[in-house]
């Protein structure tokens, strides 16, 4: 009986990045006074975008990508955005990072907002293939869900898988918000960018 092989099928070759996105300008904000809670448990870098015209009647939108130890957070208003690229120190239990998380998303929502506007948001979920570490991260995506579902500002608040919210953002599931906004913003905080520019698309 002739041996029989497989054969893998090629993976389609991810679409060119809009340039759009890649054209957006970006400064780093001279870091604001914190809370003193906040600057205890995280260390915390800000990030200004001004958004290409094509992308600017996006509306509002907030994106998270939960870490236990490293966090992105962006807020999104029409032609501007801020993102925050957050790293968690050492604390004291789980419960107490939870409660951290919970009020670092809080006050840093609460910096940017705009009254009488509300927000959709997007908090990335676990990978399919995740294997290590899924018990402390759903803790953290946990903490931002409910930091940001309890914000007056929030209209509506949805939790998306990697591979879904890229293809639905850059036509790919293999195109990564650092890839596209390389040498620009640490890889949290773009990936929460990515995902504010999604909620608002969605809206």
């Given amino acids: 009986m002739p041996a029989t092989t497989t054969r893998k099928r090629a993976r389609k070759a991810p679409p060119p990045i809009d340039p759009a996105l890649r054209g957006w300008v970006f400064d780093v904000i001279q870091q604001e006074p914190l809370s003193q809670n906040v600057k205890m448990w ?8 001004s958004i290409a015209p094509r992308f600017s009647n996006m509306q509002f939108g907030i994106g998270v990508d939960p870490g236990q130890r490293h966090m992105g957070l962006a807020v999104l208003a029409q032609d501007q955005a801020v993102a925050w690229q957050i790293t968690w120190k050492d604390m004291p239990g789980r419960a107490f990072r939870a409660s951290i998380i919970m009020h670092t998303i809080r006050y840093l929502i609460g910096k940017v907002r705009r009254e009488a506007v509300r927000y959709d948001g997007l908090i990335e979920d676990a990978a399919g293939n995740a294997r290590f570490g899924q018990a402390q991260l759903a803790e953290a995506r946990t903490a931002a869900m409910i930091a940001v579902q309890e914000s ?5 608040l949805e939790v998306m898988p990697p591979m879904t919210w890229r293809k639905q953002l850059f036509g790919h599931g293999h195109i990564r918000a650092e890839e596209v906004w390389k040498d620009k913003l640490p890889g949290d905080a773009a990936t929460a960018v990515a995902l504010a520019l999604l909620a608002a698309k969605l809206a």
């Fill in 42 to 49: 995280a260390e915390v870098e800000m990030f200004y975008m």
């Fill in 152 to 156: 007056p500002l929030i209209r509506k």
